[in-house]
T-cell receptor
Framework: DTAVSQTPKYLVTQMGNDKSIKCEQN?????MYWYKQDSKKFLKIMFS???????INETVPNRFSPKSPDKAHLNLHINSLELGDSAVYFC?????????????FGPGTRLTVT | GQNIDQPTEMTATEGAIVQINCTYQ??????LFWYQQHAGEAPTFLSY????GLEEKGRFSSFLSRSKGYSYLLLKELQMKDSASYLC??????????FGKGTRLHILP
């Protein structure tokens, strides 16, 4: 019954590797997001997709590439991982309608780059 | 630039009332959110304000003044489980949601 799910929950990897995080929502929402929360707990938007189309792309290194195969999925692929990529990554979803954009967050993926 | 300010930490006593303030300067304004985040968990939605005034939801209320770029979250009858971070977030005119750095609330018995 999980509304927004992410896998994996924990990811430990070495610098230079490539990794992916998957996200799925079963709420029927049109819009999905990726957020990064750093060690100081600052939550910052990275990407937003609406109906599989990219609508927000913040100043994120192009080593990060989101992919949305359908409305219910938004995956995040990261190339050439760096130490500074260590953070918790949250996926979220919402309706695309103004006034109804409360976001439902997944449980987060804690990425540690060594 | 876009800026959202809220206090870094606050402490209150169980059973008391606490008010967490948030001021913002953003490129346009569609609405303001409050989220609660317990340590090690995902943020969960608390409230959404579009118009000026107070929205009450049980023990939690949220107030908005658009002309002042100001909001607060009011928590009444504090319980130990209310110990968490409270995140203020603004949706600007580009439909982008910008989060503040959060206020860590400590509840003392």
């Amino acid at each position: 019954d999980t509304a927004v799910s992410q896998t994996p929950k924990y990811l430990v990897t070495q610098m230079g590797n490539d990794k992916s995080i998957k996200c799925e929502q079963n709420l029927g929402h049109d819009t999905m997001y990726w957020y990064k929360q750093d060690s100081k707990k600052f939550l910052k938007i990275m990407f937003s997709y609406n109906n599989k189309e990219l609508i927000i792309n913040e100043t994120v290194p192009n080593r990060f590439s989101p992919k949305s195969p359908d409305k219910a999925h938004l995956n995040l692929h990261i190339n050439s991982l760096e130490l500074g990529d260590s953070a918790v990554y949250f996926c979220a979803s919402s309706h695309g309608l103004a006034g109804a954009r409360e976001q439902y967050f997944g449980p987060g993926t804690r990425l540690t780059v060594t | 630039g876009q800026n959202i300010d809220q206090p870094t930490e606050m402490t209150a006593t169980e059973g008391a009332i606490v008010q967490i303030n948030c001021t913002y300067q953003t490129s346009g304004f569609n609405g303001l959110f409050w989220y609660q985040q317990h340590a090690g968990e995902a943020p969960t939605f608390l409230s959404y304000n579009v118009l000026d005034g107070l929205e009450e939801k049980g023990r939690f209320s949220s107030f908005l003044s658009r002309s002042k770029g100001y909001s607060y979250l009011l928590l009444k009858e504090l319980q130990m489980k209310d110990s968490a971070s409270y995140l203020c977030a603004v949706e600007n005119r580009d439909d982008k949601i910008i989060f503040g750095k959060g206020t860590r609330l400590h509840i003392l018995p």
